[in-house]
């Protein structure tokens, strides 16, 4: 029975092995196989990872040309708007074209097309005319200025405080009017007249107002100062409501008159004034009011135009400005310092 016993269990030894060894080359089998596969993954991956690589750089490269392209037409487009813009300002220029005239409108192919408007630089406040006479306590100017900004949305506090760091700004001294500001810790007035508009956005109280869009399309200071006055026939809407007993019905009264019947302003059909008289009549003013008002409104005085030219190509704009003054009857010249391109 032991010797049965023995050979059984060296039989189920030689079993075990071979059972073994099988199931270590089956193991083996296994793990090449899995290997193969972990290979052919890695592979799958690799080219996948190319691919999406290779599709990243081409999408890239037409993406950069893409953007070229279009930098490039947006350049082309720009250099042309701007020629047009300079071609309205270069017509302005010439000495027999008015403002209205149609030659003040053009194109040059589709999508291409200049205008330009003249205006009188006198429908606006000259700031050092009005600073000047305000520091010489003339109250009716005072007025005026104070009804425009009120117009404009500032509040009386500020108002007030405006005016007097202008007055500051510009008067010898430096001693501080009631809301004004002289020379502090970073802030020093010059003491003497505005030498370009820009300056006002420096002024103590301004800087909200000069933050805005066109804060100085009804300001200059390239009027003839002397004269000081505010020329209705080219004033915009909230100067001509800041001048004395003006009205809203009485204000677009003048200006549907002053439009002409096409009821667009700068046209050929624009209505002529040919006297002060004539003009304060239009704007209403009673004839005894009209000696009162005469020393603030002016008509056909200063000779100083500004004319803003705008040209188009395609969804591009640039628009020049700059201010002319005739000279005689045949020239006009250029105020020098005036040109911009904005
Ligand atoms: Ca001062
Ligand atoms: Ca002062």
Known sequence: MGALRKLKS??????????????????????????R??????ALMLSLWALFLLSAMVISWALDIDTRLTLSGHATRSLEAEALACSGAEIALHPA?????????????????FRTRITGEAGRFNLNGFATALIQGDQQRLEVLKKYLELKGVELDERDRMIDCLLDWVDADNVERLNGAEEGPGYK???RLLQRIEEVKRIKGWEEFTSKEDWDADFTINTQQSLNKIDPTWASRDVLLSLPGMTEPLVDQFLT?????DGIEGTEDDAVFHSL???LTALGYPQPVQNQVAGLIGFNEDPTMRVI????????????????RKAGTNSI????????EL
């Open 97 to 113: 074209v008015k403002a209205g005239s149609v030659l003040l409108h053009g194109s040059f192919g589709p999508g291409k097309t």
């Open 189 to 191: 007035p010059p003491n």
């Open 309 to 324: 030219s705008e040209g188009k190509s395609g969804d591009v704009t640039r628009i020049v400005r700059m201010l002319i």
């Open 333 to 340: 010249q250029l105020v020098p310092g005036t040109w911009k």
């Open 10 to 35: 060296s039989v189920a030894a030689v079993y075990d092995r071979r059972n073994e060894s099988v199931l270590s080359s089956s193991a083996v089998i296994d793990r090449r196989y899995r290997k």
């Open 277 to 279: 008289t004539e003009v």
């Open 257 to 261: 008159l002053r439009r002409g019947p």
């Open 37 to 42: 596969r972990s290979t052919r993954g890695a």
